[in-house]
């Protein structure tokens, strides 16, 4: 079959220096990240020395402030970013995101002195961010996590389990979310935990149908002693401060998600037209067509339904509601289009011979993650008909 190249996504960039990040990330991806891609992942290798080069390279604190080590660039350049990485390598392009999201609270929270002190090793200094929200018995009813953070003196000593937790085990830091009060989400209060504190262990990492490469793991906190200095926000506070990061997180797997159907997308189209059958190739037959049709063109009502939330966020607008429509709509269209590409491929697409069956593990979980699409609904329903009646 003949080697026919995927076209680079024509993007609408704001400004020049957009599109020389976008080239710059593109030359990483296609020299640094996709070579090794599907090797990696099938022998459930992370790829930290990516990540160093991501920091090195100004790519792990796009979205924050020059002042501490950030790009100081807008979501609607910096989600691009991410479904760069994403269509590359979904385990780096996610594992962006969640860092990303780990250091938003104390981006957005901390106060000056704190900022000054850590931004700027966690923006662009090497280090790697774990989200630590989620325990064994509180995924979706986040607001009931157990994991209790105890005043000791000058202290908050930290105890409990938490659970599926990207980077557990390899993260340099933690944002934590514990409970420091009454039950219910005003009990809760956000710290920044350094990844070798004492008493900080992760289990082994879960056996996963995707994303091998990247480790998820339950972090245990046992008596973990964190100065008043590493509480981020007012006490009470922390439930707020995680609604707002899982705001803009849920953007950053709307983005990856389309990163991860553009590639299987553009497989499929590869294969199509040099694959033959019946003197032809297959993508000339009507069936197949409209199915890569299909698929293109929920990719792009995706990404722009992505990019229309990332805007509103950048000018100050509201953006809750824009955001749980992407992330819904987006990772629902990387399972289909993952699907459907494995079809378009037949039994090609069933072995691991080509990449479209890893897409298609890959995908689901991002159907999951930072908000079950369930929850996605739920809370784009109560954007428009108010909270549900008790």
């Known amino acids: 079959m003949p080697d026919r190249a995927p076209q680079p996504v024509d993007r609408q960039l704001p400004t020049d220096e957009a599109r020389d990040l976008i080239s710059l990330v593109r030359d990483i991806a296609q020299r640094e990240i996709a070579p090794k891609a599907a090797e990696e992942e099938d022998a459930g290798r992370f790829p930290r020395e990516i990540f160093t080069l991501l920091s090195e390279s100004g790519l792990l604190g796009l979205p924050y402030d020059s002042e501490y080590g950030g790009g100081d660039q807008p979501y609607e350049v910096y989600l691009q970013v991410l479904e760069e990485l994403a269509a590359a390598r979904l385990t780096v392009g996610l594992g962006v995101s969640v860092h990303s999201l780990a250091c938003h609270a104390l981006a957005n929270y901390g106060t000056k002195e704190q900022q000054v002190e850590h931004l700027p090793d966690m923006l662009g200094g090497g280090l790697l961010g774990a989200y630590c929200l989620s325990e064994p018995a509180s995924g979706s009813d986040a607001a009931s996590l157990r994991t209790k953070a105890v005043r000791d003196g000058g202290d908050w000593v930290l105890t409990g389990t938490k659970a599926w937790i990207t980077h557990g085990g390899v993260a340099d830091f933690c944002t934590v979310l514990a409970r420091t ?210």
Do not use: W
Request: with cysteine.
């Open 181 to 390: 009060g009454a039950e219910g989400p005003r009990g809760i209060t956000a710290f920044l935990v350094p990844g070798d504190a004492e008493g900080l262990s992760a289990a082994v990492p879960e056996k996963k149908m995707g994303m091998k490469g990247s480790p998820t793991a339950q972090v245990h906190f046992d008596g973990v002693r964190v100065p008043d200095s590493g509480r981020i926000g007012e006490e009470g506070q922390g439930f707020a401060i995680a609604l707002s990061a899982l705001d803009s997180g849920r953007l950053g797997i709307a983005a990856c998600a389309v990163g991860v159907a553009q590639a299987a997308l553009d497989e499929a189209v590869a294969y199509a037209t040099g694959r033959e059958q019946f003197g032809r190739p297959i993508a000339d037959f009507q069936g197949l067509r409209f199915m890569l049709a299909d698929m293109a063109t929920r990719i792009e009502a995706g990404r722009s339904l992505y990019l229309t939330a990332a805007r509103l966020r950048d000018a100050g607008r509201p953006f809750a509601r824009q955001a749980a429509m992407a992330k819904l709509f987006c990772t629902d269209t990387a399972m289909q289009v993952t699907i459907d590409a494995v079809q378009v491929l037949g039994g090609y697409g069933y072995t691991a011979d080509f990449p479209v069956e890893r897409y298609m593990r890959e995908a689901k979980v991002l159907q999951i993650v930072e908000g079950t699409n369930q929850i996605q609904r739920m809370v784009i329903a109560r954007h428009l008909a108010g909270p549900e009646s008790r």
